[in-house]
């Protein structure tokens, strides 16, 4: 066992004496004795979702915003808030090139999510809207919730 002073700084832990990084091996248990207000609920650093607009207000922002625009934009709501779309992220293996790993992600919008197309042209840009990547399906043990505006 080796008996440490260490100081939490920048998201890191650094010897207090000698003021380098500690370095922790993966899956490494400790334990630690913390003064009552050094935990937080939350963490500052990751994201929370900014003003969520209701459905006149957000569906009003497009309208003005692209009926400025007096560029033959079209635009439709394609999701309402509330709805889930899915994700995947495979690992392959660096030899074989095979999938190893999978993990599935749910991202639950919390505004409607419109869709504009400028002109003559085929494809469509989202418009931007809060949303939450709430849920991960597969072992990814310690998941924690990612708050976006996209």
């Known amino acids: 066992m ?3 002073k260490l100081i939490y700084k920048y998201g890191r832990l650094y010897d207090k004496e000698t003021k380098k990084r500690i370095i922790i091996n993966d899956e490494t248990c400790l334990s630690i004795e913390l003064p009552k207000d050094a935990t937080l609920d939350e963490d500052p650093k990751l994201g929370k979702p900014g003003a969520i607009k209701g459905d006149y207000d ?3 922002e497009v ?3 692209f009926y400025k625009d007096k560029d ?4 439709w709501r394609i999701l309402r808030a509330g709805n889930s779309l899915y994700f995947e992220i ?3 293996d660096e030899v074989t090139s095979k999938k190893k790993d999978e993990m599935v992600f749910r991202l639950t919008l919390l505004e409607d999510l419109y869709l504009k197309k400028k002109g003559g042209k085929k494809l469509g840009d989202l418009y ?3 949303c939450v990547i709430d849920t991960c399906y597969g072992d990814f043990p310690y998941f924690e919730k990612l708050f976006a505006n996209h």
């Open 63 to 65: 309208f003005d915003k």
């Open 128 to 130: 931007d809207c809060q």
């Open 72 to 75: 033959n934009t079209s635009y």
């Open 90 to 92: 495979g690992i392959k």
């Open 58 to 60: 957000l569906a009003k």
């Open 2 to 4: 080796k008996k440490l």
